[in-house]
């Protein structure tokens, strides 16, 4: 970052102090000419200095892959949807259509009707070959293997959590698949980005059913189905879900 530019941020930062201040100060003279109903002290402040834009903003990656698997389960309504690893979000709203199993490396303390949670390895998961009908890992595979996450360093650690998630899936199941899209890369320690023809070879046998690309800026598009390869390889980190489906 140049001087400049750290100069504006600062002085940027004591603009919204000072605003603060100000605010709170005229806030509790209203508070206390309405009754004082509750506290209102210096020492309780909360700053949220960065919050008034005009727009609210969200995570695209996740609130549309999210979004967009959720109503392929509302869609598909399977008996049971297991999920590997995936935002708990989804897993948390998903199981209030379908009972979802979702298998974590580490589970979080979460409870619900209609969802379990349990411990599961990604690269050894504790399912039959050919069992899972219904099955998701999504944003998920791209860090297999980079340590991340305190897993141990594997070059081919996401091809390996590719296999593992084949061997599971029965014949007739699906399975929902996110993962970065775009120029084939590391960003190391982050994630891995793939081309849309990449993970196409990957599932090869596998039966394409869906496809939608979340774009990087949104006035391409927002979620956007059936995206062509050409769009796909004109992101620097889209977002690709995939539906596969194993027929044989």
Known sequence: MGVLKKMRKSADKRRKKAEFKAEFEQFRKLAAEAGSRLSVEWEDR???????????????????????????????????????????????LASAIVPVRQYEFRPPELQLDGLEVVQGDLMKLPLDDRSVKSLSCMHVVEHVGLARYGDPMDANGDLKAIAELKRVLAPGGRLLFVVPIGRPRIEFNAHRIYSFEQIRELFKEFELEEFALIPDKAETGHLVYGASPELCAAQKYGCGCFLFRRNT
């Open 46 to 92: 909360y700053p949220c200095l960065d919050d008034k834009s005009a727009k609210t903003g969200f995570d695209r990656h996740y609130v549309y892959h999210t979004a967009w698997a959720t109503r392929v389960l509302a869609r598909t309504k399977p008996e049971l949807h297991i999920d590997v690893s995936s935002s708990v979000y989804f897993s948390a």
